[in-house]
């Protein structure tokens, strides 16, 4: 398993396995403690495994936690997803930018995202799953959304939106959820 640095949001890494295929199909490890702990990360900070499915076109966020924030590795296990880590940690030297990867479960490989970041996706395959591990228990009352579609940040999302939760179609703009935290 080899990881790299996402240099477009600082602390952001990139895990990319290696999988042993052969005629029945293939096996990969898709976590592994001692490249986690390589690149500084506790592997033993991850608390909460989740998976969320979804069809084709269905976008997911973009969202992100209140308070100490959440780390979170990201996989797309089964399918392929468009998949966005915004940086909102302020005083982070790559705060506001955004970048883009496609996750696919064909090659597995895993993205950590550091907590203060937002996050977000759209399934791209008829059957998309998308595999969380998180680094403290979820809170919903410290779950915050910001709008998929602001101008501000310009996302290319490559799919029309097939379906959205209503929480994320309410979402306000990235500036009114800067302005709020601010207050």
């Known amino acids: 398993m080899k990881a790299t640095r996402v240099p477009e949001i600082a602390g952001a890494f990139f895990f990319e396995p290696t999988p042993y295929a052969d005629e029945r199909g293939f096996f990969c490890r898709t976590f592994d403690a ?3 702990r390589s690149v500084g ?9 989740s998976v969320s499915r979804s069809v084709r076109g269905v976008l997911r966020g973009l969202h992100l936690r ?10 797309c296990s089964y399918g392929r997803i468009f998949d966005v880590v915004v ?3 302020e005083g982070s030297p790559t705060f506001r930018n955004w970048v883009s990867f496609e996750l696919s479960g064909e090659t ?10 937002a996050h977000g996706f759209q399934a791209l395959t008829d059957i998309a799953d998308t595999s969380y591990r998180i680094d403290r228990p979820h809170d919903p009352a410290e779950d915050v959304t910001i709008a998929f579609d602001d101008p501000e940040l310009a996302i290319p999302w490559p799919l029309p939106v097939a379906s959205m939760s209503q929480r994320d179609r309410e ?4 500036a009114q959820v800067l302005k709020h935290r601010e207050s």
């Open 108 to 117: 597995q490989p895993t993205l950590y995202i550091p907590a203060g970041c």
């Open 34 to 36: 001692d490249v986690v």
């Open 66 to 75: 209140s308070g100490a924030g959440e780390a979170k590795l990201v996989r």
């Open 171 to 174: 979402a306000p703009s990235l």
């Open 41 to 49: 990360l506790d592997p033993n900070a991850f608390v909460q495994d």
């Open 87 to 89: 940086d909102l940690r």
